[in-house]
C-alpha cells in the first residue's frame, strides 16, 4: 500500500545533534506533532561516504564499502546493493526522482548513472535551496538533498561552537523554504517530509565515536506520523523508511547485507519489532604526544619541520609557516587523534622548508587499494611527465605501491616501491629518504626498508625548484584538484639526514 505519494529527505551534512543547541523555528515547526530525535546513531566511522551510503543503500559501512575518496572518482555500479533511487525507478518507472547536493561524490559514486534521476549540484547550500524548489515544482515522487555547508562550519569553528551553532540556524530557514516549496506545489499532505544528519563532530573534526559525533537528528513529519520521541534509530534506516512510505517492499533484515529498519513513531503500529544492533566497543585514538618531548627529543637538532594535524596545520617544531589553498578537513580517526584530508578540496603550502642536503620525510598515509590514479601527496614540481620538466620532488600514492619523482630539469626519475601486501587497506607509514650528493633513495614502509635505488645525482641533487613546498597536492595545486582525488594524511615529519635503521625502530616505538 502506498503510504504517501512523495518523500523528501533533507539531510543536513555535520550537524549531528547539535540543532538542539541553537534556534531552529523552521524546524521545530515542520516536525511538531511529527516523530524526532536528537540521539540516532550515525555509523562508524562517523564520516560522510559511510553515512549517505548507508542511507541511499540500507547498509553497514562495513558492506557497502564507500569511502570519500572512491565515490569522489568512481560511479556507483554495484547491482547486488542497488540504491534507493535504483529500487524506486524500478517500481516507478515513470516517476519524476531528483538528488541534489552541495556535496558532488555522493552524485558520483552513490547515485547510479542512466536511471533517470535528475542529479543536480550547486556550491553553497543557498544556491542548492534554490535548485531544490525549482525540482520540487516538479513534484518528486522521491526527492534527495544535502546541505553541506553545517560541516564546514564545524571543521572551520569547532563543532558545538557558536560559529557552528549559527550556521545551523541559518540552514533552519532553507530547509523552511524547503518545505514552504511543498506546500506551494500543493502535495505538502501526501508527503513524508525526513530531516537528517550523517553524523556530529567532536572539536574541529569527526570520525569517531564520542557523543558529538555519534549522535544526529532524526525526524520526521507526515499527515499519518503518530509522532512522539523515536526510541531508536540509524543514519542507515532512510532506505527502510522511504520504501516503507511509498509502499514497497523493505528487503528482509539480513545480518551482513541489507540492515535498514523502519523507526517506531513514523508510520501507525510499525517499528515495534526493531532490531537493535548489539553494544559495540569502540577503540580510543590516543592523543599525540607533546611534541618537545616526543617526536621533537626523539630526533632532536634534526627536525625540519613536523606536523601532526590535530585541527590545525601548523608546524609544531616552529621552523616552517604554513598557509592552507582551499579548505582542509580534520577528521578525528587519525594514527595520532586527528587526521587531515587533503587533494582535490585543500592543500597547505609551506615557507621556510629547506631541503637541501640529505633528508627524510615520513608520515602516515591512509592508504585504499581503490585509489584511481596517483594521487599527489607532496612535492615542490609537477608530476605530470612532459609538460613540465622541473627540479624538484614529489611522493606519489598509488593503488599497490608509493613512488618518489624527482626532475632534474630536462627529465624525470621515480623509484616505486609496492606495499607489503597487495590490495592494501589502512594506515601505513610511509618514508623516504635521498642522499641528494649520493643519488640514493632509501624508501621505508611501516618502519621497514623495503627499497634502495640509486640515481643518478643529476636528479636527487635538488636546488632552483619554481614551486613551493606544498602537502596535499603538486606545487602547481592542480595535480589533485584536476582529478578530483582526495586522501588522508597523519604525522608528517621531515628530518635532517637519511633514515637509520635505529631512527626506524625510534618511531615504531613511538607510535607502537
Given at each position: ?14 550537524m ?75 517500481a ?58 553545517v ?17 545551523i ?50 525526524a ?27 509502499g ?57 619541520g ?38 582535490a ?57 608509493v ?15 609496492a ?19 649520493k ?5 621505508w ?19 632552483d ?48
Amino acid at each position: 500500500m502506498k503510504r504517501y505519494g512523495h518523500v523528501a529527505v533533507v539531510g543536513i551534512d555535520g550537524m549531528g545533534g547539535f540543532n538542539a543547541l541553537t534556534d531552529t523555528p523552521c524546524m521545530d515547526a515542520i516536525f511538531t506533532g511529527g516523530a524526532a530525535t536528537h540521539h540516532a546513531y550515525s555509523m562508524d566511522p562517523t564520516i560522510s561516504a559511510e553515512n549517505w551510503g548507508g542511507m541511499l543503500l540500507g547498509t553497514e559501512p562495513a558492506v557497502h564499502g564507500l569511502t570519500n575518496g572512491y565515490i569522489s572518482s568512481h560511479p556507483y555500479t554495484n547491482d547486488a546493493l542497488p540504491s534507493l533511487f535504483r529500487r524506486i525507478r524500478d517500481a516507478f518507472p515513470d516517476a519524476y526522482l531528483a538528488s541534489v547536493v552541495n556535496w558532488n561524490p555522493i552524485n558520483i559514486g552513490i547515485v547510479e548513472d542512466g536511471l533517470g534521476v535528475e542529479k543536480r549540484t550547486a556550491r553553497g547550500d543557498e544556491a542548492v535551496t534554490d535548485e531544490v524548489v525549482a525540482c520540487v515544482a516538479k513534484k518528486p515522487v522521491f526527492l534527495f538533498v544535502q546541505l553541506d555547508n553545517v560541516d564546514g562550519a564545524g571543521h572551520h569553528y569547532g563543532y558545538g561552537e557558536p560559529g557552528h551553532l549559527k550556521r545551523i540556524t541559518e540552514i533552519d530557514a532553507l530547509v523552511g523554504r524547503i518545505y514552504r516549496a511543498y506546500v506551494d506545489a500543493g502535495i505538502a499532505d501526501d508527503t513524508l517530509f525526513i530531516c537528517i544528519a550523517d553524523h556530529g563532530g567532536n572539536d574541529h573534526g569527526h570520525g569517531g565515536w564520542t557523543d558529538g559525533e555519534k549522535y544526529v537528528f532524526f525526524a520526521a513529519a507526515g499527515r499519518d506520523v503518530p509522532g512522539g520521541q523515536i526510541p531508536f534509530a540509524v543514519t542507515k534506516d532512510i532506505s527502510a523508511t522511504v520504501l516503507y512510505a511509498l509502499g514497497l517492499d523493505v528487503p528482509a533484515y539480513t545480518p551482513g547485507g541489507y540492515t535498514s529498519q523502519v523507526p517506531a513513531c513514523i508510520f501507525p503500529g510499525v517499528g515495534d519489532d526493531y532490531i537493535r544492533p548489539a553494544a559495540v566497543s569502540h577503540a580510543v585514538i590516543k592523543p599525540t604526544a607533546d611534541y618537545a618531548s616526543g617526536l621533537g627529543s626523539l630526533f632532536a637538532g634534526r627536525v625540519r619541520g613536523c606536523w601532526p594535524f590535530d585541527s590545525s596545520l601548523a608546524d609544531v617544531s616552529g621552523q616552517c609557516e604554513t598557509t592552507e589553498r582551499g579548505a582542509v578537513k580534520f577528521y578525528s580517526n587519525g594514527v595520532r587523534s586527528q587526521t587531515a584530508e587533503f587533494g582535490a578540496t585543500g592543500a597547505a603550502v609551506v615557507e621556510g622548508l629547506d631541503l637541501g642536503g640529505s633528508f627524510t620525510i615520513c608520515c602516515w598515509l591512509l592508504a585504499d587499494a581503490d585509489i584511481d590514479g596517483d594521487v599527489c601527496v607532496l612535492g615542490d614540481k609537477s608530476p605530470q611527465r612532459g609538460s613540465h620538466q622541473e627540479r624538484g620532488f614529489n611522493l606519489l600514492l598509488r593503488r599497490h605501491s608509493v613512488m618518489a619523482q624527482f626532475g632534474s630539469g630536462d627529465d624525470d626519475a621515480d623509484t616505486v616501491t609496492a606495499f607489503p601486501a597487495d590490495g592494501f587497506r589502512g594506515w601505513l607509514h610511509v618514508a623516504v629518504s635521498v642522499d641528494r650528493e649520493k643519488g640514493l633513495v632509501d624508501t621505508w614502509l611501516d618502519f621497514e626498508r623495503l627499497h634502495r635505488d640509486r640515481l643518478d645525482p643529476a636528479f636527487t641533487r635538488g636546488g632552483d625548484a619554481v614551486c613551493p613546498f606544498t602537502i596535499g597536492d603538486d606545487g602547481y595545486l592542480r595535480f589533485n584538484r584536476e582529478r578530483g582525488l582526495i586522501f588522508r594524511m597523519d604525522e608528517l615529519l621531515v628530518l635532517d639526514g637519511m633514515l637509520t635503521e635505529a631512527d626506524a625502530q625510534a618511531l615504531r616505538k613511538h607510535y607502537s
